[in-house]
């Protein structure tokens, strides 16, 4: 079993997929932490049961960041391959990066290191990487609006922090206006700011405000309409300069979609349980796309989101 594990860790080091580089560089934060540029995206309540392979699938592709949220439900899954990637040695902890997410039941201030704590124990680890507040809407456990100050929340990221239980905190589905609260009243300015961008919704302007402020910026349903989104939803993946980009590099529609992301300094999280998929979504660090081929994509921009 020995030889057989030390043999699995030899052939990731040798494919360049073993240490803290894994395959996708990494990123500084303001916080001085660093975070590897393309994640893992987890969320789909159908594919729970896939998620403990699918950690395993990323890591041994390369993948070395894992987004998940306590929405999810699926922590207690993607602690399993967590545990398994450790065991088999393919990683050590500290080359892992964990992002999970506080969700809008639990912005109480004192509520928020209690949540992580839970997530933490779902995940089995000590402390994620990156703790973002979900959405800046507070609501209770029925799911009615609940009167809490993001402000408040924010306090409680800030204590999560002290102590330990996470090494950067950061926000997602925040507008420039909040995060500038956050800012005039706070000692931390958020590391990240989590949003849906794709080609049919570019967010130019509001990643801009965040680069302005030192905020990276994690690209949420990367692939945008370039996937089935349920029915009725066309995959535009054979518009014909899409095509010709993905031609030129040999490389497949979504991948130009992650490359187009990349290339704007974003991070995008695809998320997929299949390991084919998976693997594809990390060989995008062998090309970059001109500047006209990014202006060509982001000029298919409707303002249209996925999820409102
Ligand atoms: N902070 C937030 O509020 C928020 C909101 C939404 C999402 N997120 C995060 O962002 C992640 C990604 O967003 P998302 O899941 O909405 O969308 P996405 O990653 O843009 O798309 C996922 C869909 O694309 C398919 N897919 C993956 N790779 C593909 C490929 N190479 N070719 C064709 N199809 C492919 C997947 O199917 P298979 O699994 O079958 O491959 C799945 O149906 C989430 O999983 C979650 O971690 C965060």
Sequence with gaps: MKL????????ALFNGISGLAGKAP??????????????????????????????????EAGYRHIDTAALYDNEQEIGKGISDV????LVKREELFVTTKLWNDKHARDQVVLALRESLAKLG???VDLYLIHSPEA???????????????????????????????????FNTEQIDRIKANSK?????????IHPSNTQEKLVADCFARNIAVMAYSPFGFFVKRGEGNKPGNDDPRMVSIAKKYNKSVTQIVLRYLLDRDLIPIPKSTNQARIQQNIDVFDFHLTPQEIA????FNKNTSIFS
């Design 4 to 11: 057989f594990l030390s043999a699995v860790a030899i052939f």
């Design 26 to 59: 990494t990123k500084v934060l303001n916080d001085g932490n660093k975070i590897p540029t393309l994640a893992l995206g987890t969320f789909g309540f159908e594919d729970i049961p896939k998620m403990r392979s699918a950690v395993n699938y990323a890591i």
């Design 86 to 89: 450790l065991k088999k040695g």
């Design 125 to 127: 680890l000590d402390y």
């Design 139 to 173: 609501m209770n456990e029925d799911g009615s609006p609940a009167n809490i100050d993001y402000l408040d929340t924010w306090k409680g990221m800030e204590e999560a922090k002290q102590l330990g239980l996470t090494k950067s905190i950061g926000v997602s589905n």
């Design 188 to 196: 931390t300015v958020p590391a990240v700011n989590q949003i849906e």
């Design 296 to 299: 060509t994509i982001s000029s």
